[in-house]
């Protein structure tokens, strides 16, 4: 049974950091592409960033230099690191899996067939 358990969100202040992680179990973690989505208020669902066994990562341009995501093969733990937060990232965060890296660097939620539940980051101006 696979199962993805995000944590460590919370509230910030703009210009803080928080770090928030993604615990899996139920597949081998290693071989299987990773990503962050999130989705605002009134938003719709965007991807955030990717990364796969080798560690390439793609991330969406509005976090470029800002996020880094990262993987714990030994953990089976994903993470998110988010630093210079703005008020324009609060949303629900959610990790997702798959086993095709196929496409892997477009983002698309289509392409995931794991996820999480969701961990709340919110940013106040």
């Known amino acids: 049974q696979v199962q993805l358990v995000e944590s460590g969100g919370g509230s910030v202040q703009a210009g803080g950091s928080l770090r928030i992680s993604c615990v899996t179990s139920?597949?081998?973690?290693?071989?299987?592409?990773m990503s962050w989505f999130r989705q605002g208020p009134g938003k719709e669902r965007e991807g955030v960033a990717v990364?796969?066994?080798?560690?390439?990562?793609i991330y969406e341009d509005s976090v470029k230099g800002r996020f880094t995501i990262a993987r714990d093969n030994a953990k089976n733990t994903l993470y998110l690191q988010m630093n210079s937060l703005k008020p324009e990232d609060t949303a629900m965060y959610y990790c997702?899996?798959?086993?095709?890296?196929?496409?892997?660097?477009?983002?698309?939620?289509?392409?995931?067939?794991?996820w999480g539940q969701g961990t709340q980051v919110t940013v106040s101006s």
């Open positions: 990364i796969i066994t080798g560690g390439a990562a």
């Open positions: 139920g597949y081998t973690f290693s071989t299987y592409k």
């Open positions: 997702a899996a798959d086993p095709s890296v196929s496409g892997w660097s477009r983002l698309l939620q289509s392409s995931y067939k794991y």
